[in-house]
């Protein structure tokens, strides 16, 4: 294998736009380190007081207050009024300047990549913007989606050097501490980190698209809160993220979670992955939709007829949705299947929830119903009543949140705080 090249931006993101921190004398990086604390603590808690900041920095009030103004002069926080009193004088409260910097996530599929941008209250500026081109092994494909996301940033006005950072969730087998896909954008030496580095500029990051939907629900979705979660992201192919004991699990060599690729026939058909019978074939978005223009082939009666040139898997779910039978049992086929392999990951992980995810999860009870009634088949009642099952609240945005949370994650890593 060729050796991987894997560069990393030095600057820090939020404030050294066009510096390095080891420029910095020790006084200076202290002063930015504090600072950076307090946007730490207004990022994830809101608005907050000068003493309740005292109290999370353990430091004296003029020194949070000289701290601020600075902050408010940089543009990074804004003062935002009286706050509500919990006994004496009503406090003044300081929030996070939210158009201050922006993050971008980006979901890279095999047919389209969803484009995301947020401010720093992680709120979506505008709407997901869906780039349709089909993901290519070439330099060609990384230049065009450069370019697409100068223009989805330029036409919400934002610059640069406004810019945190760039989450990047890929399918496939990804290294996410290379930055390195195995399936896709691995033409040249160059890690997919670097080579989306080198075109923006900023820090980039990039993991598994299923690992990020994970993230994604567990940080901003239904998974929040929980410790041991399962995040099924059922699109053309399956995948998996894991949160396990709070913590989001990569394995050993950062392949964790190949759900799809676990067999599940004996004799079945060829995967992409060159072995016969894995989940992936029988449930996932492209089974769905082989086995609907088979059945159309066959002459089977369904409004899914007058779509054959452009079925899809939400062709499909649509079809299914105005009460279609036959979209409705394929569908239920594809649960069954699933439901199967549902019922190992229970007995293996014991999860507090299983939460799926992706194009699928549109089809909501026609899928959920069946892989339901097969865990009740195939599944030891004990546990299964201790795991619930439900479809992602966050949606097709969940990978895309999941390359904001994964950005956000970097952006403080280096911060002790509790």
Do not use: W
Not at 82 to 109: C, D, E, K, T, W
Not at 196 to 201: A, I, L, P, T, V
Not at 292 to 301: E, Q, T
């Amino acid at each position: 294998m060729k050796e991987i090249i894997s560069t990393h931006v030095s600057y820090d993101p939020i404030f050294m736009q066009n510096g390095n921190m080891a420029s910095l004398t020790n006084l200076s990086r202290k002063r930015y380190m504090q600072k950076k604390r307090i946007l730490y603590h207004l990022y994830t808690r809101g608005q907050l007081s000068n003493p309740e900041i005292c109290k999370l920095t353990n430091m004296s009030s003029p020194s949070i207050q000289k701290l601020l103004n600075e902050l408010i002069a940089e543009n990074l926080v804004r003062d935002e009024g009286i706050g509500q009193s919990i006994g004496g004088r009503r406090p003044l409260m300081f929030g996070i300047n939210p158009p201050a910097r922006y993050v971008v996530g980006i979901n890279i599929s095999h047919s389209t990549t969803e484009i995301g941008v947020f401010d720093l209250t992680n709120q979506l500026v505008g709407k997901i913007h869906i780039f349709r081109r089909q993901l290519e092994n070439t330099q060609g494909f990384v230049d065009a989606l450069h370019q697409e996301v100068v223009r989805v940033l330029a036409s919400a006005k934002i610059n640069n050097d406004q810019m945190l950072g760039i989450g990047i969730a890929i399918t496939g087998l990804t290294d996410p501490r290379l930055g390195l896909s195995y399936s896709h954008l691995n033409f040249s030496e160059k890690s997919v980190k670097t080579l989306f580095e080198e075109k923006f500029g900023k820090p980039v990051f990039t993991d598994n698209d299923a690992r990020l939907m994970a993230l994604g629900e567990y940080v901003f979705g239904s998974a929040a809160g929980q410790e041991n979660v399962l995040c099924v992201n059922i699109g053309a192919g399956i995948g998996m993220g894991m949160i396990l004991n709070g913590k989001l699990y990569q394995g050993h060599s950062g392949f964790a979670g190949e759900f799809g690729h676990i067999k599940i026939q004996e004799e079945g058909l060829l995967c992409i992955c060159g072995k016969h019978g894995c989940l992936e074939t029988v449930a996932s978005g492209d089974a769905l939709t082989r086995m609907a223009l088979a059945a159309v082939a066959a002459g089977k009666s369904t409004i899914l007829s007058n779509h054959s040139a452009e079925m899809s898997c939400n062709t499909i779910i649509d079809a299914a949705l105005q009460g279609d039978q036959l979209a409705i049992d394929l569908i239920g086929q594809t649960g069954t299947f699933l439901g199967k392999g549902l019922s190992t990951l229970i007995h293996l992980f014991n999860p507090e929830t299983i939460i799926l995810g992706g194009h699928m999860s549109r089809a909501q009870q026609f899928l959920l119903d069946p892989v339901h009634q097969t865990l009740n088949k195939y599944t030891i009642g004990q546990i299964q009543k201790a795991t619930r099952l439900i479809t992602s609240t966050l949606g097709e945005k969940a990978a895309v949140m999941g390359a904001l949370a994964l950005v956000m994650e970097h952006v403080f890593e280096d911060l002790s705080v509790n």
